[in-house]
Structure formats: C-alpha cells, structure tokens
C-alpha cells in the first residue's frame, strides 16, 4: 500500500509555463510538507501544513503556492516556472506530536527547459 | 544551516557492520536526533531517532553519547541494498510542525 503519493513521477515543461504536483497520504496524518532537492542534491523544506493551515514558509518565492484541500492532500503549483525550479520536489507528511516522524514521497523530478 | 556534520563518505564490506558517526555539538536539550537515508533519487527513509538514551529497532542501532553532542548508526550487517546516503538530522520543532534540516550526508558504499 502506498503511503505517500506524488503524481506525476517525471514533469517536463518550458519557461513561463504554471503546473503543479500533487501530493496525497492515506497515513491518517495532519502535517504535510514539501522539500525541494536541488542538483547539488541539498534537500531544503519549503513549506509545512497543519490540517490545512500554513505552518512553515521557507522564504519561497510567491510563484509557488501550496494548496491543501483536506488533510490528506497538499498540492503544489508553480507559476511562471523558471530554469532555477529545475529540481526533484518531495512531499512529506507527520502526525503532529513531540516524535511526529516525516514519511516522504517517492519524488517528482521537474525539468524546466 | 543543517546543525549536523557527518564524513562524506565510508565503506563498509557486506556482512559487516556499519558505523556511521555524526556530531550536533550545539544540540538543544529538547532536540531529537533522526536519521534518515536516500537510496539513489528515491524519497529520504526514516531508519531511526532517540532523544538521549540508545534506540534499536528492526533496522539500525542509534547510539548517543551522554553529552549528546554525536552519534553514531549502526547497520549490524550491512548488504549491498544499504548502498545510500545516511543524513543525520537535528529535529527542530515550531510546536505544530517539524523541520528536518538535511546536511549533505555521509555516502555509504558497501562493497562485497
């Protein structure tokens, strides 16, 4: 059974386009999160919801906006892609609580040309 | 700034075990250690974290020093599938959500 899902695996699209990644997690958790692992292979958070509310914003550019529909769901769209956002995106997700381990997605990788 | 530094890099032959060390001298006492590995460009894995006293489940061994300023994962008998980078992470918390900081972790080889 699939725990945390990404769709799609692999996105490939030109500079100026809008897309987005979808994150679903059937875990029953309440915080979910989004990483972003660049090409020197850091991975940084960007952002974290709790049961819908925004509770991290990593100093993200405003062209991404994370959408959380339900606690299962937290979708990211990007605006106006740019080269830069060229990347593997992962989501994550944690039951709130003082050990809330994150349990991450399998990745989208996101290819701006 | 990740507040972990680990080796760039170790070997270890199958069947033996691996021993992966980390510092976090500036660890606060309320601070979780976890660590996590990324096999390839798949999603990070939890493995394991403690907080201050030695942690085993079915895949590694945490061992934390008194002072808690490092630590070091145990793999007991490394295999060829524990091929991966091995982060060590300090779990931040804001109260409703946890921040991972990755660093650039250690690149575990494991050779037969």
């Known amino acids: 059974d699939t725990a945390v899902s990404q769709t799609p695996k692999y996105l490939v699209t030109q500079m100026g386009n809008d897309k987005s990644i979808k994150c679903e997690q059937n875990?029953?958790?309440?915080?979910m999160y989004w990483y972003k692992q660049d090409s020197k292979k850091f991975l940084k958070i960007m952002f974290s919801?709790?049961?819908?509310?925004?509770?991290i914003n990593e100093t993200v550019p405003n062209r991404f906006s994370p959408k959380s529909p339900d606690k299962a769901h937290l979708n990211l769209h990007i605006n106006s892609l740019e080269l830069g956002d060229s990347a593997v995106y992962f989501c994550?997700?944690?039951?709130?609580?003082?050990?809330?381990?994150?349990?991450f997605g399998p990745g989208t990788r996101l290819t701006v040309l | 700034d990740a507040k972990t530094t680990q080796p760039p890099s170790m070997d270890c032959a199958e069947g033996r075990a691996a021993n992966l060390p980390c510092n976090h001298s500036?660890?606060?006492?309320?601070?979780?250690v976890y660590w996590y590995r990324q096999i390839h460009s798949q999603g990070p894995q939890y493995i394991i974290h403690?907080?201050?006293n030695n942690e085993t489940n079915e895949m590694a061994s945490l061992i934390i020093t008194e002072d808690r300023k490092s630590s070091t994962l145990i793999l007991p008998h490394a295999t060829l599938r524990d091929t991966a980078v091995y982060y060590c992470?300090?779990?931040?918390?804001?109260?409703?959500?946890?921040?991972?900081?990755f660093g650039t972790g250690t690149r575990l080889q494991v050779t037969l």
């Open positions: 992470i300090v779990r931040t918390s804001t109260g409703t959500a946890s921040k991972l900081t």
């Open positions: 994550a997700s944690s039951l709130m609580g003082s050990t809330d381990t994150q349990y």
């Open positions: 875990l029953g958790h309440d915080t």
């Open positions: 403690g907080l201050k």
């Open positions: 500036t660890i606060s006492g309320n601070e979780y």
């Open positions: 919801y709790n049961n819908k509310e925004l509770i």
